[in-house]
């Protein structure tokens, strides 16, 4: 296991964009939000040093229309594994707005997705709104998953709801 991951941001995994263009058609006609998430390739076994998206993380209490998504920040995790932020235009332009290049600050990836939603309906951009390369990769994706937990942990955390520690999901918190 190594200490340290290469920075270097490789691609996006197949599956994850998959649920990137599902979850954006689910929404329409109201915008979709979230942020990526990467997992180092050596644990995807990709032959290249750096990273692959692997995951997108919906923040609860996000409220979305169809011109515009907006996240509680203070929700959002101070995650090292955050990359960048994802969002859909229903209205199918895959360019950002002055609003989007706002929210570009954090990470390094920013992902448009446009209606109808098919494979050739994304763009990425880099922190400064120019339109940079993605590639999409065929890979195995890891089995331990951000809700990686069990039914104990479940029940343990439901038991724990009416004691001072603040009960269900506490660990967002």
Known sequence: ?????SDDLLGIARDTMEFVLEASEETH???YMGFLRADDASALDVDRDGQVITDVLVIPGTESSPTSASVRSHM??????SVGSVHSHPNG???PSDADLATFG?????II???PYGWGDWKAFDNDGNQRTLEVLDVEMPDEHFFDFTQEDIDRELG???DDRGGFLSWLR
């Open 1 to 5: 296991m190594r200490l340290f991951r």
């Open 29 to 31: 006609p109201n915008e």
């Open 76 to 81: 959002k995790p101070n995650d090292m594994r």
């Open 93 to 95: 332009v895959l360019q």
């Open 106 to 110: 954090q990470g390094e990836v920013h």
């Open 113 to 115: 997705v446009g209606a």
């Open 160 to 162: 724990d709801a009416n």
